[in-house]
């Protein structure tokens, strides 16, 4: 079946960049969505590529496509302390159905 | 834009007894709603998906008759736990988008709910 992998665990410098990454299986994904979970609260869209795309920039966030090689990464530039929490990949398949990872969890420390 | 709501946002109950979690979205219709589940430093474990005026599609293993899902209206989504035990303690979260069209299948979630079964 469809699956969606990301590392579990990521750490930076408060001002460095961090790149989190993900790889997926459905070539026929059409969506592909970069979610930011803090603690004890719901999941917040952070941004979202289409799979003509092969790169999106938004501010800080910067999202790179590779359809070939079925990997998707976000780079947040100049992290932030604020910047620490859990950020899911999700890929649409079609159907009403999106698959999230795992989720990576970014530590930054000061 | 895309608010998604729920409450309550934390409920303590006694075993036996059953509790209701109510989804609604604010500024949009929801053609589709989606409950998920997620225990302590995991991912979301997708429950149960629902459209609007038909039965809910379950998820391989969730008991639908242990968890009832309405999906009464394009802007609300009720998710009731019934006969609730220690172990159906979680964080229950919803999200809605408006359809599985093209740029509709976005789904944007709500705060969640912390549920605490004695």
């Known amino acids: 079946g469809e699956d969606v992998e990301q590392s579990l665990f990521l750490s930076v410098r408060e001002g460095d960049s961090s790149v989190i990454n993900c790889t997926y299986t459905d070539s026929s994904s059409t969506y592909l969505y970069w979610y930011k979970q803090e603690p004890g609260a719901g999941l917040q869209l952070l941004t979202y590529?289409?799979?003509?795309?092969d790169m999106k920039q938004d501010q800080r966030l910067t999202v790179l496509l590779n359809k070939k090689d079925k990997h998707l990464s976000l780079r947040i530039a100049d992290t932030q302390t604020g910047d620490s929490a859990i950020y899911f990949c999700a890929v649409y398949t079609g159907g009403f159905k999106t698959i999230f990872g795992a989720g990576t969890r970014l530590f930054v420390k000061a | 834009g895309a608010v998604v709501s729920q409450h309550p946002s934390r409920v303590i109950c006694k075993s036996g007894t059953s509790v209701k979690i109510e989804c609604r979205s604010l500024?949009?219709?929801?053609?589709?709603m989606f409950w998920y589940r997620q225990f302590p430093k995991q991912s979301l474990m997708l429950m149960a998906t629902s459209n609007e005026g038909s039965k809910a599609t379950y998820e391989q293993g969730v008991e639908k008759d242990k968890f009832l899902i309405n999906h009464a209206s394009l802007t609300l989504s009720t998710l009731t736990v019934t006969s609730a035990h220690p172990e159906d303690s979680s964080f229950y979260i919803c999200?809605?988008?408006?359809?599985?069209?093209?740029?509709?299948?976005?789904?944007?979630f709500g705060p969640g709910t912390r549920l605490l079964v004695l």
């Open positions: 999200s809605a988008s408006q359809g599985a069209g093209v740029g509709q299948e976005t789904q944007y």
């Open positions: 500024d949009f219709q929801a053609t589709t």
């Open positions: 590529i289409f799979s003509n795309m």
